[in-house]
């Protein structure tokens, strides 16, 4: 069984923003064809504004729920609008699901992953097949949450999740956008991946990495 520290976290944290600063070009292309070109940008600011917020605390008197905390605080600090509500969210009820806990089980963790797709979908009050971030975060938590529940490992919990996230970003293309900017194209936005749901996989998959 895994045990997870605030130390694993913090790194997890920084291999998302070395993962997103690497995808930022290619999300801002995606998101210059149903959008405003700068949700690379703004991914990128949020999780390095994160990282560098997690970088001074003593790790070893820090509980993983302090540090989410820190996490969300700094990532809506750096992006007020868009993904920086929903990310803040995200990290703000993953704290509350691991609440009292100096260390994470696999089971924990899988529990964090779910509070935080959530609370996504929670504060965009979006559904699955709107062509959103929800659209890969969503299937990835429930993905998760059926591997643990079938026994598997952390690593292969987060394993599925990731190949459920590429599925579900995959989809967006089929889907007419009805949520944000982008539901303005109507059925231009079809055809092109939601960057939302992509920046999401990035995510993910750097979590898998570093977690897995």
């Known amino acids: ?103 994470l089980t696999d089971a924990d963790v899988v529990a964090l992953f779910q509070a935080m797709a959530q609370g996504i979908q929670d504060r965009g009050k979006a559904e699955i097949g709107e062509k959103t971030m929800v659209d890969a975060w969503l299937p ?19 394993a599925a999740a990731l190949e459920a996230a590429e599925r579900g970003a995959e989809a967006t293309k089929d889907m007419i956008a009805a949520k944000g900017r982008s539901s303005r194209l109507g059925e231009r936005s079809l055809g092109h991946i939601d960057p939302g749901a992509a920046s999401a996989v990035t995510v993910i998959g750097a979590m898998r990495k570093s977690l897995g």
């Open 140 to 158: 990835a938590a429930q993905a998760a949450a059926a591997a643990h529940a079938a026994g598997k490992p952390l690593s292969e919990s987060l």
């Open 1 to 103: 069984m895994t045990s997870i520290d605030a130390a694993d976290l913090k790194r997890m944290f920084d291999a998302i923003a070395e993962a997103i600063e690497a995808d930022k070009d290619r999300l801002c292309q995606l998101d210059g064809v149903i959008g405003d070109a700068d949700h690379g940008i703004a991914m990128a600011l949020g999780f390095n504004a994160a990282r560098d917020a997690l970088a001074p605390l003593e790790l070893t008197a820090t509980e993983p729920t302090a540090l989410l905390n820190t996490a969300a605080k700094s990532f809506l600090n750096a992006v007020g609008a868009s993904s920086g509500p929903l990310y803040a969210t995200a990290f703000m009820r993953g704290a509350a699901a691991v609440k009292g806990k100096t260390t």
